[in-house]
T-cell receptor, first 114, second 114 residues
């Protein structure tokens, strides 16, 4: 069975600081990888996704993620966070024998101080 | 992107009553929809996979007789929480499946059982 682990439950940064949120998964087959964001009071929105090809994926709002197959990781990064990036971020994995299903990580709450 | 709606967004009911939650894909046809449950400060837990025209597939530990799922058309899936109890209080989220494991999420329904 697939599992997804996000390293930090709560990250606190100042505006303009760099962000990296860790995500590791435990499935050795072909996977699709996603990062979703949930702003307060809103629904989950897709930030970016990886299916194949270039392991460095660029998403919306200046976010990017790097798929490192050997480390089973898909970390999310942003060079300079803004106050408006405060939200909860979820890493998710799909594929393999769980075709169509997504397994979510625990989520990371990002707080940004002005 | 694809739009998924849920209705109602918030419902309060008495213990022992049943509550129906609707999930609609507004601008595309969804053969597969998914129902999740999200507890406070926790991740999304997949409850069941809803396939149009067939029975839903429930995840281990989810009571199929308590959480009735119907997917009668390509744009509508419903989740009925039967004989609801306070422990069923939660945030219920649906999603509609796109290609390559991508899912489009609804805004969620907050259920409070008194």
């Amino acid at each position: 069975a697939q599992s997804v682990s996000q390293h930090n439950h709560h990250v606190i940064l100042s505006e303009a600081a760099s962000l990296e949120l860790g995500c590791n998964y435990s499935y050795g087959g072909t996977v699709n990888l996603f990062w979703y964001v949930q702003y307060p009071g809103q629904h989950l929105q897709l930030l970016l996704k990886y299916f194949s090809g270039d392991p460095l994926v660029k998403g919306i709002k200046g976010f990017e993620a790097e798929f490192i197959k050997s480390k089973f990781s898909f970390n999310l990064r942003k060079p300079s966070v803004q106050w408006s990036d405060a939200a909860e971020y979820f890493c998710a994995v799909g594929g393999g024998t769980s075709y169509g299903k997504l397994t979510f990580g625990q989520g990371t709450i990002l707080t940004v101080h002005p | 992107g694809a739009v998924v709606s849920q209705h109602p967004s918030w419902v309060i009911c008495k213990s022992g009553t049943s509550v129906k939650i609707e999930c609609r894909s507004l601008d595309f046809q969804a053969t597969t929809m998914f129902w999740y449950r999200q507890f406070p400060k926790q991740s999304l837990m997949l409850m069941a996979t809803s396939n149009e025209g067939s029975k839903a597939t429930y995840e281990q530990g989810v009571e199929k007789d308590k959480f009735l799922i119907n997917h009668a058309s390509l744009t509508l899936s419903t989740l009925t929480v039967t004989s609801a109890h306070p422990e069923d209080s939660s945030f219920y989220i649906c999603s509609a499946g796109g290609g390559d494991n991508e899912q489009f999420f609804g805004p969620g329904t907050r259920l409070t059982v008194l």
